[in-house]
């Protein structure tokens, strides 16, 4: 299992996470759908080191289905958005 870190994201056009990364790695980018495998079936862990901290990217089940996510801080919206584009 790898730990890997992340400080991009790839959105569309609605502002959806579809890929998560960090520029020259191997394994960037990652695919939504493969990084939400990666976490549900503990292949990987992926986070985001955020200057007050570190946070664990996690999968949460949506209306229209799975998404990555994580908890920056108290709010509900989605940090991986403010990351830079991948």
Do not use: C, F
């Not at 998560?20 to 790695?25: A, F, K, L, N, V």
């Not at 799975?66 to 989605?78: A, C, E, F, S, V």
């Amino acid at each position: 299992m790898a730990d890997r870190r992340v400080t991009h994201s790839r959105k569309n056009r609605d502002g959806d996470i579809t890929a998560i990364g960090t520029p020259g790695q191997y394994w960037s980018p990652r695919a939504k759908a493969d990084a939400i495998s990666d976490i549900e079936l503990r292949i990987h862990t992926y986070y985001v080191q955020w200057p007050e901290k570190r946070t664990e990217i996690r999968v949460v089940n949506g209306a229209t289905g799975k998404y990555l996510r994580t908890d920056r801080d108290n709010t509900t919206r989605n940090n991986l958005d403010d990351l830079p584009d991948l």
